[in-house]
């Protein structure tokens, strides 16, 4: 049974780092685009970050370009999402998930994980 799991969430301050980890198993997503979405409380789930199948292509939401990289590891099957310069607003339940094209809408992600939790205190 194909699996998303998420990792790397945490208690950060403002201004540090932390480094996300989403696992694929029970099937390859190497021909799957992937993306990183965010859930505050009371709100909708958000666009973060994508990659492209081929890894060569990605996009980013205007507020965090330029201090989230997004990457992929095809030998590993895993992706990851490294998070520099976190603020308080960034504070979110952050979720993998994997589709069939590279895109900012989450109806277009076939598979999803379960979500790690990133609290960034001021």
């Known amino acids: 049974q194909a699996q998303l799991v998420e990792s790397g969430g945490g208690l950060v301050q403002a201004g540090g780092s932390l480094r996300l980890s989403c696992a694929a198993s029970g099937r390859s997503f190497s021909y799957y685009a992937m993306g990183w979405f965010r859930q505050a409380p009371g709100k909708e789930r958000e666009f973060v970050a994508a990659?492209?199948?081929?890894?060569?292509?990605?996009d980013y939401a205007d507020s965090v370009k330029g201090r989230f990289t997004i990457s992929r590891d095809y030998a590993e099957n895993t992706m990851y999402l490294q998070m520099n310069s976190l603020q308080p607003e960034d504070t979110a339940v952050y979720y993998c998930?994997?589709?069939?094209?590279?895109?900012?809408?989450?109806?277009?992600?076939?598979?999803w994980g379960q979500g790690t939790q990133v609290t960034v205190s001021s």
């Open positions: 998930g994997a589709g069939r094209a590279l895109g900012r809408n989450r109806l277009g992600y076939e598979y």
């Open positions: 990659i492209s199948w081929s890894g060569v292509n990605a």
